[in-house]
């Protein structure tokens, strides 16, 4: 997403922290109103598909070197359980996850979403066993995963609620499982987030994650920019971070 389109009020960040203004209410109305396809997933990059080929294939790259730097994660064949978390119409579940995972659930609260992800499901190389209808700040997984993949949807939750999300997920994770995010990262010139009124989010700067991942018990075990979008573009950007419990 572009990052001109954001505003910020220096004076009101001082006093009120930007998570403090997400509305959960206002956030699924925003994507009730946004068509239930790949391209209404992406806004306006969404009439760009060379966007979604480079974000899936560099999804694919960075999962292949984080998994090389574990010694104990699976290196040959696919994972068995993986997650798509604010999985939207099935995108990445489609495009990316189900290469790598032999069966997926999905995590999306916007019930239209959900319903467009499960018709894309026989197109799929992988089985999809549950797809839950719900937030990631009321999600407790009740299985174990090999992979849980949360990608563009964090900014939806308060900081508290992200921290608490980030604990329940690393006690979900199998023995050799792993936690990616795949976030845009705040730009702004005084190191703040930034809120965004249009779908009432937030957008987090690397340190502030990072701080999440730290309290949360997570141990970063690598991350990296995703590359390959024009810079012409303007747009945030986008990191992925590989993260493993403490030990």
């Given at each position: 997403?572009?990052?001109?389109?954001?505003?910020?009020d220096s004076?009101?960040?001082?006093?009120?922290?930007?998570d403090?203004?997400?509305?959960?209410?206002?956030?699924?109305?925003?994507?009730?109103?946004?068509?239930?396809?790949?391209?209404?997933?992406?806004?306006m990059?969404?009439?760009y598909?060379?966007?979604?080929?480079?974000?899936?294939?560099?999804?694919?790259?960075?999962?292949?070197?984080?998994?090389?730097?574990?010694?104990?994660?699976k290196?040959?064949?696919?994972?068995?359980?993986g997650?798509?978390?604010?999985?939207?119409?099935?995108?990445?579940?489609?495009?990316?996850l189900g290469?790598?995972c032999?069966?997926?659930?999905?995590v999306?609260?916007?019930?239209?979403?959900?319903?467009?992800?499960?018709?894309?499901?026989p197109?799929?190389?992988?089985?999809v066993?549950?797809v839950?209808?719900?937030?990631?700040e009321?999600?407790?997984?009740?299985k174990?995963y090999?992979?849980?993949?949360?990608?563009?949807?964090?900014?939806?939750?308060?900081?508290?609620?992200?921290r608490?999300?980030?604990?329940?997920?690393?006690n979900?994770?199998?023995?050799?499982?792993?936690?990616v995010?795949?976030e845009?990262n705040?730009?702004?010139v005084?190191?703040?987030d930034?809120?965004?009124e249009?779908?009432?989010?937030?957008?987090?700067t690397?340190?502030?994650?990072?701080q999440l991942f730290?309290?949360?018990?997570?141990?970063?075990?690598?991350s990296?920019?995703?590359?390959?979008?024009?810079?012409?573009?303007?747009?945030?950007?986008?990191k992925?971070y590989a993260?493993?419990?403490?030990?």
């Amino acid at each position: 997403m572009s990052f001109d389109q954001y505003t910020t009020d220096s004076d009101n960040q001082a006093e009120v922290p930007p998570d403090s203004y997400i509305d959960h209410a206002a956030s699924i109305k925003y994507w009730n109103g946004v068509p239930a396809t790949s391209g209404g997933m992406l806004g306006m990059l969404g009439d760009y598909p060379w966007y979604s080929r480079i974000d899936l294939r560099g999804s694919r790259t960075f999962l292949a070197k984080a998994h090389r730097l574990v010694p104990s994660c699976k290196k040959e064949g696919k994972l068995h359980r993986g997650v798509d978390c604010g999985a939207g119409v099935g995108r990445i579940t489609e495009g990316f996850l189900g290469q790598v995972c032999e069966v997926m659930d999905a995590v999306e609260p916007v019930e239209k979403f959900a319903r467009a992800l499960k018709e894309r499901v026989p197109k799929m190389e992988c089985a999809v066993e549950d797809v839950y209808i719900v937030g990631l700040e009321g999600w407790v997984p009740e299985k174990k995963y090999d992979l849980i993949w949360i990608q563009f949807c964090v900014g939806h939750l308060t900081d508290v609620q992200l921290r608490e999300c980030f604990v329940r997920c690393k006690n979900a994770l199998t023995e050799t499982g792993m936690l990616v995010i795949k976030e845009n990262n705040s730009t702004d010139v005084d190191g703040e987030d930034i809120y965004d009124e249009l779908d009432s989010s937030v957008t987090r700067t690397d340190a502030k994650l990072r701080q999440l991942f730290n309290e949360a018990g997570l141990n970063l075990i690598t991350s990296e920019i995703q590359a390959g979008f024009p810079k012409s573009f303007n747009l945030f950007p986008v990191k992925m971070y590989a993260l493993r419990p403490k030990t």
